[in-house]
Structures are given as C-alpha cells and as structure tokens.
C-alpha cells in the first residue's frame, strides 16, 4: 500500500495545522463521515501528517486538529523514510481479537502524559484510502493499538477516559497542568 501523498518525514518550525489539548471541546465532538475523497482531503492528509511528523507522532486523527471528519494519518515508523504512512478514511473495526493487551499509551493531544490502558490486541477495519478506495486490514501489536487510539479521537474519546488507575491519571495530569475534569472515564 503506497500513499499518492508524499510527505516527507521531518519535523517543521511551523506545521500547517495546531494541535489542540485536552479541555478543548472539538476533541469532544462526534466526526462525520468523509462524503468525496477529492483534492481537498489529500491536502489536509498531507497537512495532518506534515503536523504529526512535527510533533513526533506516530498517529493524528482530525479531531485533534479541530476538523470534524473521520480521517485519521499513522506511521509507526517514523524515522524509517522507505514505509509509508497509513491514511485511513471512514475507518470502521469490522472484527477483534479475543487476546487485551495492557500497553502505555501517550497522545500529541496530552503532551508528557503516559499512561497504561487495556485494548485488545488484535483488529480488523475497513476504510477508504487516500484515493477513496475500499480497504481491509488485520493489525495487531502497536498498529492495533494506534488505530483503535485514533478512532477513538472520530467518537470524541481521549485515551486518558479509558485508563483504570485513577491515581495515576490523576497524578500524570496535575503534573503536566491539565484539568481532572476533563477526563471522561468511558465504561
């Protein structure tokens, strides 16, 4: 699976898109689905993965730059410059694995606060591609992980709201100055 966007992996004095921060509503707010995959959404893939590059991430989902769409960019490698980065569009988790897995998990939407939380290892999600085209994958271990995390993002959910340890939630988010509050323990 090659991107036709190319960008390339490095970090920018002055991304194209701001990131926004726990408390802020817009990472709150449902995403809508992607009608057309045209011009104007393989620029903002372009512009979402120029910005997460530069915040040295591995995943953005569109929420997190204050765009109500279901459009999520992730490159588990990103200091590898020969793997592509993944571009998934109306993503959708069609199946998962029987086996959780516990794994620390941070967010470029919290910065400096990691924190452990429980998802299963496994999953399979369909999705359109930066082309618009139908696409099924099997991900498991951090790829998994990732995607399961940004799709979070399209349904207004924050890793923070699935961690179990309160006391350390509590503890990471006080030290890093975001607000208890803003938290949304999802059941």
């Known amino acids: 699976m090659t991107s036709v966007v190319a960008v390339e992996k490095k970090k920018l004095d002055k991304p194209p898109l701001e990131i926004h921060y726990l408390g802020d509503r817009v990472l709150r707010q449902p995403a809508k689905r992607i009608a057309k995959v045209d ?47 993944l571009v998934l569009i109306n993503p959708k988790i069609v199946k998962y694995g029987n ?30 591609d930066e082309n618009g085209r139908p696409r099924k994958i099997k991900a498991n271990g951090l790829l998994s992980r990732v995607i399961q995390h940004e799709m979070d993002h399209l349904s207004g959910v924050m890793f923070v709201d699935r961690v179990e340890n309160d006391l350390a939630l509590t503890e990471e988010l006080k030290k890093q100055g975001f607000a208890v509050n803003a938290v949304r323990p999802v059941k």
């Open 39 to 85: 011009d104007s959404i393989r620029q903002l893939v372009k512009e979402m993965l120029q910005t997460m590059y530069s915040a040295d991430g591995i995943g953005l989902a569109a929420p997190q730059v204050a765009i109500n769409k279901q459009l999520i960019v992730i490159d588990c490698e990103p200091n590898n410059p020969d793997t592509s980065p």
């Open 99 to 128: 086996e959780l897995c516990n794994s620390e998990e941070g967010c470029l939407s919290i910065p400096g606060v990691y924190l452990e939380v429980t998802r299963p290892d496994a999953i399979e999600v369909s999705f359109k």
